[in-house]
């Protein structure tokens, strides 16, 4: 099944930034979505934005929240083809800080999330006999700065767990991992640092390019032909280092 039409499209992290840009733009393009995250009013008003769209709270932490969203796309659409893992935390601090719970939320959301959608899609692909992958990672997995560490690490994770998943697919499921750089999104607003907020601002401002060229590379994977897997986006702004 190649296109994007009529392609059943779960998304989480769905309600603000990359996920929301690449909901609007899939759903442009014919696909049927099922959008998760926590926030239920934010969902609940861009599910009516689409012709065809669901929406449930969802929780990456909580693995039964990634069943359900599984479950969703089943009952209501007959099956899933793609499962956007989009979630993301970035609380970023240096390691001087000891915010210790940011960096277990890090780890909770950004690896274990991953890992729970993964549980909740693999064996449903394989019953189908096709289905793709689609993760956010970040140009912060190819390249560690300062007060990024645990957050570049988690990244990293990320980028071997789906390279992992992509070795072990065989012939009938794809895995495709984007790593955009600086978007035009509330990324920076997660630090509690107010240094490391205003650094991170001050670039985002100058050189950060929308949510929507972020949702485009995820819709060019998608679109591909059956057999054609596109395994790594890395998309950043020009001006980037």
Same mark, same amino acid.
């Given at each position: 099944?190649?296109?994007?039409?009529?392609?059943?499209?779960?998304?989480?992290?769905?309600? *603000?930034g990359i996920g929301e840009a +690449? &909901?609007?733009?899939? $759903?442009? =393009?014919? #696909?049927?979505?099922?959008?998760g995250a926590r926030r239920?009013?934010?969902?609940?008003?861009?599910?009516?934005?689409?012709e065809q769209a669901v929406y449930t709270t969802t929780d990456v932490t909580r693995r039964e929240d990634l069943h359900?969203?599984?479950?969703?796309?089943?009952?209501?659409?007959g099956r899933l083809?793609?499962?956007?893992?989009?979630?993301?935390?970035?609380?970023?601090?240096?390691?001087?800080?000891l915010r210790v719970d940011e960096w277990d939320q890090m780890v909770d959301v950004n690896i274990k999330g991953l890992l729970h959608a993964i549980a909740?899609?693999?064996?449903?692909?394989?019953?189908?006999? *096709?289905?793709?992958?689609?993760? +956010? &990672?970040?140009?912060? $997995?190819? =390249?560690? #700065?300062?007060?990024?560490?645990?957050?570049?690490?988690t990244k990293q994770a990320v980028r071997a767990i789906c390279e992992g998943l992509r070795q072990e697919a065989g012939d009938s499921l794809r895995v495709t991992t984007?790593?955009?750089?600086?978007?035009?999104?509330?990324?920076a607003e997660a630090s509690a640092n107010p240094a490391i907020r205003s650094q991170i601002t001050e670039a985002r401002d100058?050189?950060?390019?929308?949510?929507?060229a972020i949702a485009r590379a995820v819709a060019y994977a998608i679109e591909q032909p059956a057999d054609v897997d596109v395994n790594e986006l890395v998309v950043r702004p020009t001006a980037q280092s």
């Open positions: 099944m190649s296109g994007i039409e009529g392609k059943v499209v779960a998304i989480t992290g769905a309600s *603000s +690449t &909901a609007l733009l899939l $759903a442009e =393009r014919g #696909a049927r979505l099922v959008l239920a009013d934010r969902l609940a008003g861009l599910a009516a934005r689409m359900a969203l599984v479950t969703l796309a089943q009952d209501r659409f083809d793609v499962l956007i893992s989009n979630a993301g935390a970035g609380p970023i601090s240096p390691l001087d800080d909740a899609a693999l064996p449903v692909f394989r019953a189908q006999g *096709s289905g793709h992958f689609v993760t +956010t &990672a970040s140009t912060a $997995a190819f =390249r560690i #700065a300062p007060a990024m560490a645990v957050y570049a690490g984007v790593s955009p750089g600086f978007v035009r999104t509330a990324f100058r050189i950060a390019i929308p949510a929507d």
